[in-house]
């Protein structure tokens, strides 16, 4: 394995590249998975048969909570990432904790916003509008759990291996995917939340 | 500590936090649906881009233009599709 020490940890060898290429591969295939279901919320957004319209259950309280939450964790593993470029394991650790912890704070108020839809009659069943809603921000959901599970396992191997290129290039990966799943709620922010706010 | 908070990271934070304000200006004042939807679209694409240079920091590798065109092929497919679609089930019928 040839490593290439004027690079990054994460690209230091020809596989990290190219993983870190491959992801941004996935990535652009998630950019689709959620198109296609920002399309079937668009569509069907005025189908609320005999439930609520989005106006009508929509909070902006706990949105802007959740919103604040994520751009902050975003924030956070932006720095893990750059405190484990200049070798600091101690604050790179620290930095993927905060971003974890917010995230849990994220996934918190999400499923107290889906409770209370359900406790106002606003189920999956309801109307084609509430399927459409609770799909899209149910995926973006379970993205931020098995991203939460992921970050956990990879906390672990750089506690008990150190910073290498292969732990490197993991946590690199997982910064890469938690910053995209920032970028999708920004969309749901805007297009779902705000947008049904005011029509 | 300085040193484990660069510049570039906290202006693209602070860049973040001050477009969801603009976002939040749709509700707070009365606009046409869209002015709304204009400035919803504006301020959602720079987050993205926010995201995407600043701390994804997508250009910082050599196969930077492989990247450039995955994503924005793949932002090209989401938007056929979502227009598209719209076009045939929605628009199509006014």
Redo the contacts between chains.
Sequence with gaps: MKIDSSLPLE?STEEN?LK??GF??F???E??L???L??VY??LQTRTGSGPNGAEIFE?TPV?WE??LL??S??TI??GV??MR?G?KK?MMAFFIITLLLGLGFLGIEIDEFVTYVEEGATIQTSAFLSALMTLLGTHGLHVTFGFFWGVAILIQVASRGLNPQTANKAFIF??YW??L??VW??I???VY??G??? | MKELFPKQHVMGFGFSLLLTVVALAVIKFDMSFNMAFAVLLVTALAQATVQLVLFMHIGESEDKKTLYTTILYSVFVGVVTIIGTLFAMIWGYN
């Design positions: 690209y590249r870190i290429f941004w591969v990535l652009g295939a950019i689709v959620f198109a296609t920002f399309t668009f569509t902006l802007l919103t604040f751009l902050t975003s924030f932006g720095l750059h405190a200049i600091n604050a910064s890469l910053h995209f920032d970028v920004i969309f922010f805007s297009f705000l947008k706010l005011i029509s």
